[in-house]
Nanobody, 115 residues
């Protein structure tokens, strides 16, 4: 098992930046995938990005170079640096961990981008 706690969300103007953090309760070095999803009001949850234990990274097509996912195994933390934020990025962002047979999610952190 793993508990995930997100932080770093908030209110930002369009064009601004935020860095989200996801602190895990155990070592993340061997977790298959860790990543971020988001859910905007009235919309389905969607993938933002994920990073594998080996360091491979995938982003949703709409990210288009604006976001960067990274992990610090020593701190058991995954980050999402978000730049050039747009109003449509407003959503609750959830950290997730795929441990093979089971997936885990945090409680989410709200990101609100004002236009």
């Amino acid at each position: 098992q793993v508990q995930l706690v997100e932080s770093g969300g908030g209110l930002v103007q369009a064009g601004g930046s935020l860095r989200l953090s996801c602190a895990a309760s155990r070592s993340i070095s061997s977790i298959n995938y860790m990543g971020w999803d988001r859910q905007a009001p009235g919309k389905q949850r969607e993938l933002v990005a994920f990073i594998t234990w080996g360091g491979s990274i995938k982003y949703a097509d709409w990210v288009k170079g604006r976001f960067t996912i990274s992990r610090d195994n020593a701190k058991n933390t995954v980050y999402l640096q978000m730049n050039s934020l747009k109003a449509e990025d407003t959503a609750v962002y959830y950290c997730n961990a795929d441990m093979g047979l089971t997936g885990y999610w945090g409680q989410g952190t709200q990101v609100t981008v004002s236009s």
